[in-house]
């Protein structure tokens, strides 16, 4: 397949996140305005409005019915985008776990915000994360181009016949929503050959009537959770395969994880979203004076990629896994706690210790990223930490 | 019916396949289940129905036995709207795009599901148009979990969060106005219907089916366990509910009222209650009270209905 | 695919997740049918051919389906089905219909 030559771009998050729905022969949106997702909803409306994408728009007159008519409308065949963030992804939570159960396919681009109380508009990862468990595929974009590409990525997967479960693709509110970054967009036919319209593998169909969303009693119920269970992982090995397939398209390789000189670290660094660039760039400055950091930037959070973890894991000397949400009363952030579930299975005794920051949206600058770096290095070198959990730049 | 073509004359005309089929697990007896026949009885082709959570969910979709004989969905108990409004335009848009069969798309949802928790979905779905047949069917509480009170029960029954206490004799509010509502949304068709007049019922089914646009549908289907009767006692309860003005039988077509069934004369409200359990406390002297409180709830809206057809303003 | 199929193995015990539809849906319709009401009954209709006047109105009625119209419009209770509530006899004009004991 020829690669055709795309011009960058400078883009906003959201801009992106709807130029690649455009792209993706997607036939219904269905969505509720919540900052800082707007962008995307406008866009994808205008694209409508003037003709430019052929697909139904639907404002919806909450979120919750936002999701229930993707769950209708991918159950009659549609390719299907929503979009939100928040309370709006609190007021889905029921449909959301609907959704995945009854293995509906569809995307959803979260732009993660702190979830009220007090009211916040800002970046945090304590939106997605009750849906952890749902049986949703959650990716993690580290910048605008990741949102963008990973869009396309998502509906592949999503409608993979091994897989047929919903993708999340999510974006940290403002820092990738609404910042503009380059872009190299890949061609409309390119997107077209990647994505091209949905074949169901079943739907709603009056010539063959199924019964769609059924109760199942204790004696079947475990056994369709299982098949849940069983997908969910399932799409953790056909992702690469259609990762492969974009990279051919756009030149651009996904993994299940970006990493930044991991491999022969010491100490390592583990996040999710945006938090990414800014550990490199001051891993970097760190590695020019010698010092053994990397970092890791989780594209897939579910399925967990375990193995290969892992394996980029086995050598490390200390951890700091970074949080931008907390499980109150529990352990630390849902990342370290999976994480350190991971290496205790795995016979792993490297020290670890989670970073809790940039909740509501704090800021976590270019600085402080070296200071977390020089702290999980001091880590390596004592072979311990002395706290389980800190609480970045808290003032307490 | 007056102005439109009548689709089914006699019970003759009415087609011997069955949508709904044998082997769910309603209660016998349940009003709901005649509803539910009587209206996929009246398809005109390819459609799908939208069902959520209640009696008649759990009773025809428990795997691996569904009663369904045309394509059936389920998702929640709060969104029976919503999901139809997804199966509407996605059916619209791929049958532009790639040819796919339209579908009519009919919701078959509770009172629960309609007047209480379903309610903004619903309103959602009338405000934006899209083309389907909302049916309600109204067994005037939320049978499913126990008899608990709804919006759509009446004033003075009781139920198991409205009991019939010494203080509190059964609920003291009255029941919401479902075709009122329905129809301030403009849309151009609301009715209702009872299971005790089949003829009515799949008549405007059919009728409602071939109007564009968001149609609602309010059916009267009384339950055995819930209103405490008999169960062979079911059509005749559902037609003393009509005899006695309890449930006016009417349609407001763009607007405009027009009652189905006249009763000049109407039988005392008592007949109805007697039946049931639900208000055998009303008939005590020391509740003659709230038993007047539902009659005037009856015959206000009776006069109401009967003076907005009189009078022709279009609503 | 049969109801006969998709119902046996669950009934039986003797099935794996790998054995189910995905996402709990039923591919085929009317599986029901393999699921027998007649089996909670305690009373049952009985037709006076002698009487009944072919109005149709007990098939209209019944909850159950269990009322079956032949094609010369005559009636007769499907026993398999019926769950033996007496709408039939109730709705009868011409008290056609009587419930027996089982
Ligand atoms: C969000 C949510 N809340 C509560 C329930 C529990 N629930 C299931 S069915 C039902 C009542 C249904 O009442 P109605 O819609 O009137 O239908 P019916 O059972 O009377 O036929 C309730 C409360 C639920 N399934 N989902
Ligand atoms: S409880 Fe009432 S509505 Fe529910 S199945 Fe029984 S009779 Fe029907
Ligand atoms: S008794 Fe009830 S279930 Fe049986 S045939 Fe008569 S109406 Fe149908
Ligand atoms: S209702 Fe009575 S008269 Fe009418 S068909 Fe049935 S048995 Fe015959
Ligand atoms: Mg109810």
């Given at each position: 397949?020829?690669?055709?030559?795309q011009?960058?771009?400078?883009?906003?998050g959201?801009?992106?996140?709807?130029l690649?729905?455009?792209?993706?022969?997607?036939?219904?949106?269905?969505?509720?305005?919540?900052?800082?997702?707007?962008?995307?909803?406008?866009?994808?409306?205008?694209?409508?409005?003037?003709?430019?994408?052929?697909?139904?728009?639907?404002?919806?007159e909450?979120?919750?019915?936002?999701?229930?008519?993707?769950v209708g409308?991918?159950?009659?065949?549609?390719?299907?985008?929503?979009?939100?963030?928040?309370?709006?992804?609190?007021?889905?939570h029921?449909?959301?776990?609907?959704t995945?159960s009854?293995?509906?396919?569809?995307?959803m681009?979260?732009?993660?915000?702190?979830?009220?109380?007090?009211?916040?508009?800002?970046?945090?990862?304590?939106?997605?994360?009750?849906?952890?468990?749902?049986?949703?595929?959650?990716l993690?974009?580290?910048?605008?181009?990741?949102?963008?590409d990973?869009?396309?990525?998502?509906f592949?997967?999503?409608?993979?016949?091994?897989?047929?479960?919903?993708?999340?693709?999510?974006?940290?509110?403002?820092?990738?929503?609404?910042?503009?970054?380059?872009l190299?967009?890949?061609?409309?036919?390119?997107?077209?050959?990647?994505l091209?319209?949905?074949?169901?593998?079943?739907?709603?169909?009056?010539?063959?009537?199924?019964?769609?969303?059924t109760?199942a009693?204790?004696?079947?119920?475990?056994?369709?959770?299982?098949q849940?269970?069983?997908?969910?992982?399932?799409?953790?090995?056909?992702?690469?395969?259609?990762?492969?397939?974009?990279?051919?398209?756009?030149?651009?390789?996904?993994?299940?994880?970006?990493?930044?000189?991991?491999?022969?670290?010491?100490?390592?660094?583990?996040?999710?979203?945006?938090?990414?660039?800014?550990?490199?760039?001051?891993?970097?400055?760190?590695r020019?004076?010698?010092l053994?950091?990397?970092?890791?930037?989780?594209?897939?959070?579910?399925?967990?990629?375990e193995n290969?973890l892992?394996?980029?894991?086995?050598?490390?000397?200390?951890?700091?896994?970074?949080?931008?949400?907390?499980s109150?009363?529990?352990?630390g952030?849902?990342?370290?706690?999976?994480?350190?579930?991971?290496?205790?299975?795995?016979?792993?005794?490297?020290?670890?210790?989670?970073?809790?920051?940039?909740?509501?949206?704090?800021?976590?600058?270019?600085?402080?990223?070296?200071?977390?770096?020089?702290?999980?290095?001091?880590g390596?070198?004592?072979?311990r930490?002395?706290?389980?959990v800190?609480?970045?730049?808290?003032?307490? | 019916?007056?102005?439109?073509?009548?689709?089914?004359?006699?019970?003759?005309?009415?087609p011997?396949?069955?949508w709904?089929?044998?082997?769910h697990?309603?209660?016998?007896?349940?009003?709901?289940g005649?509803?539910?026949?009587?209206?996929?009885?009246?398809?005109?082709?390819?459609?799908?129905?939208v069902?959520?959570?209640?009696?008649?969910?759990?009773s025809?979709s428990?795997?691996?036995?569904?009663?369904?004989?045309?394509?059936?969905?389920?998702?929640?108990?709060?969104?029976?709207?919503?999901?139809?409004?997804?199966?509407?335009?996605a059916?619209?848009?791929?049958?532009?795009?790639?040819?796919?069969?339209?579908?009519d798309?009919?919701v078959?949802?509770?009172?629960?599901?309609t007047?209480?928790?379903?309610?903004?979905?619903?309103?959602?779905?009338?405000?934006?148009?899209?083309?389907?047949?909302?049916?309600?069917?109204?067994?005037?509480?939320?049978?499913?979990?126990?008899?608990?009170?709804?919006?759509?029960?009446?004033?003075?029954?009781?139920?198991?969060?409205?009991?019939a206490?010494?203080?509190?004799?059964?609920k003291?509010?009255?029941?919401?106005?479902?075709?009122?509502?329905?129809?301030?949304?403009r849309?151009?068709?609301?009715?209702?219907?009872?299971?005790?007049?089949?003829?009515?019922l799949?008549?405007?089914?059919?009728k409602?089916?071939?109007?564009?646009g968001?149609?609602?549908?309010h059916?009267?289907?009384?339950?055995?366990?819930?209103?405490?009767?008999?169960?062979?006692?079911?059509?005749?309860?559902a037609?003393?509910?009509?005899?006695?003005?309890y449930?006016?039988?009417?349609?407001?077509?763009?607007?405009?009222v027009?009652?189905?069934?006249?009763?000049?004369?109407?039988?005392p409200?008592?007949?109805?209650?007697?039946?049931?359990?639900?208000?055998?406390?009303?008939?005590?002297?020391?509740?003659?009270?709230?038993?007047?409180?539902?009659?005037?709830?009856?015959?206000?809206?009776?006069?109401r209905?009967?003076?907005?057809?009189?009078s022709?303003?279009?609503? | 695919?049969?109801?006969?199929?998709?119902?046996?193995?669950?009934?039986?015990?003797?099935?794996?997740?790998?054995?189910?539809?995905?996402?709990?849906?039923?591919?085929?319709?009317?599986?029901?049918?393999?699921?027998?009401?007649?089996?909670w009954?305690?009373?049952?209709?009985?037709?006076?051919?002698?009487?009944?006047?072919?109005?149709?109105?007990?098939?209209?009625?019944?909850p159950?389906?269990?009322?079956?119209?032949?094609?010369?419009?005559?009636?007769?209770?499907?026993?398999?089905?019926?769950?033996?509530?007496?709408?039939?006899?109730?709705?009868?004009?011409?008290?056609?219909?009587?419930?027996?004991?089982?």
């Open positions: 397949m020829a690669r055709q030559a011009e960058r771009i400078a883009i906003m959201d801009e992106a996140v709807a690649a729905v455009k792209q993706s022969n997607v036939d219904v949106i269905a969505a509720y305005p919540i900052t800082p997702q707007t962008i995307i909803v406008e866009r994808l409306s205008e694209y409508v409005a003037n003709g430019e994408l052929d697909a139904a728009f639907i404002q919806a909450s979120e919750h019915s936002a999701l229930s008519i993707c409308a991918s159950l009659a065949g549609a390719r299907v985008f929503t979009s939100t963030a928040s309370q709006g992804l609190a007021l889905m029921e449909i959301v776990y609907a995945s009854m293995r509906v396919p569809m995307v681009a979260i732009a993660n915000r702190s979830l009220n109380a007090p009211l916040n508009i800002h970046c945090e990862h304590g939106d997605v994360m009750p849906e952890r468990d749902s049986g949703w595929v959650h993690f974009a580290t910048n605008v181009q990741e949102a963008y990973l869009t396309f990525i998502a592949k997967l999503s409608e993979h016949s091994d897989v047929q479960l919903p993708v999340s693709v999510n974006l940290d509110a403002f820092i990738l929503t609404h910042s503009v970054e380059p190299t967009p890949i061609s409309d036919d390119d997107a077209s050959r990647f091209p319209p949905r074949q169901p593998l079943y739907s709603i169909d009056f010539d063959n009537p199924a019964t769609f969303g109760m009693l204790p004696d079947t119920y475990m056994e369709f959770k299982y849940l269970k069983e997908a969910a992982e399932r799409a953790g090995q056909v992702y690469p395969k259609v990762a492969e397939e974009y990279a051919r398209i756009s030149g651009r390789r996904y993994w299940y994880f970006n990493s930044y000189m991991a491999d022969d670290a010491d100490a390592i660094v583990l996040v999710l979203g945006s938090t990414y660039g800014t550990l490199k760039a001051a891993a970097r400055r760190l020019e004076s010698g053994k950091v990397g970092v890791i930037g989780l594209t897939m959070f579910r399925p967990f990629p290969q892992v394996e980029l894991l086995k050598n490390a000397k200390s951890l700091i896994v970074m949080d931008r949400a907390y109150y009363g529990g352990l952030g849902p990342l370290y706690m999976e994480t350190l579930a991971m290496l205790y299975r795995n016979g792993l005794r490297v020290p670890a210790m989670n970073v809790v920051y940039g909740l509501g949206g704090r800021d976590f600058r270019l600085d402080e990223a070296e200071s977390v770096l020089k702290m999980a290095l001091d390596a070198r004592r072979g930490f002395d706290e389980h800190i609480w970045w730049g808290v003032r307490a | 019916m007056s102005s439109q073509a009548i689709f089914y004359k006699t019970p003759k005309d009415l011997r396949e069955e709904f089929a044998s082997g697990r309603l209660c016998a007896g349940c009003g709901a005649i509803a539910a026949r009587l209206v996929f009885k009246a398809i005109r082709g390819p459609t799908v129905v069902n959520p959570t209640g009696c008649v969910e759990v025809t428990c795997y691996p036995y569904t009663a369904w004989k045309i394509p059936y969905v389920h998702v929640a108990f709060e969104n029976a709207a919503a999901v139809a409004s997804g199966i509407v335009e059916m619209k848009i791929l049958n532009k795009k790639r040819g796919k069969k339209l579908h798309v009919i078959f949802a509770g009172d629960g599901g007047f209480d928790i379903g309610f903004q979905a619903l309103s959602g779905a009338l405000e934006r148009g899209h083309n389907m047949l909302y049916i309600c069917y109204d067994n005037e509480a939320y049978m499913n979990t126990g008899i608990q009170r709804s919006g759509a029960t009446p004033i003075g029954a009781a139920t198991t969060t409205s009991p206490g010494k203080v509190i004799p059964g003291q509010e009255r029941k919401k106005d479902l075709i009122a509502i329905a129809v301030a949304h849309i151009p068709y609301a009715a209702t219907a009872s299971i005790s007049h089949p003829l009515d799949v008549n405007k089914v059919r409602a089916l071939e109007i564009e968001p149609k609602v549908l059916v009267l289907a009384p339950c055995v366990p819930g209103w405490r009767y008999p169960p062979a006692e079911t059509v005749r309860i037609r003393l509910a009509v005899e006695t003005r449930f006016p039988v009417y349609e407001v077509e763009y607007g405009r027009r009652i189905n069934i006249k009763v000049k004369e109407p039988k409200l008592e007949e109805f209650l007697k039946m049931q359990g639900r208000f055998s406390h009303l008939l005590r002297p020391e509740n003659a009270h709230v038993l007047e409180a539902l009659k005037k709830a009856v015959e206000e809206n009776w006069e209905l009967v003076k907005l057809e009189e022709g303003v279009t609503l | 695919m049969s109801a006969k199929k998709i119902v046996e193995p669950i009934v039986k015990g003797q099935f794996t997740y790998r054995d189910l539809p995905i996402g709990a849906m039923i591919p085929i319709p009317a599986t029901s049918l393999e699921y027998k009401t007649g089996v009954r305690t009373r049952q209709p009985k037709i006076d051919y002698g009487r009944c006047i072919k109005c149709l109105l007990c098939w209209v009625f019944c159950d389906a269990a009322i079956k119209r032949l094609d010369d419009d005559s009636v007769k209770v499907d026993y398999e089905y019926c769950k033996g509530c007496g709408v039939c006899e109730t709705v009868c004009p011409v008290k056609a219909i009587s419930m027996e004991e089982v």
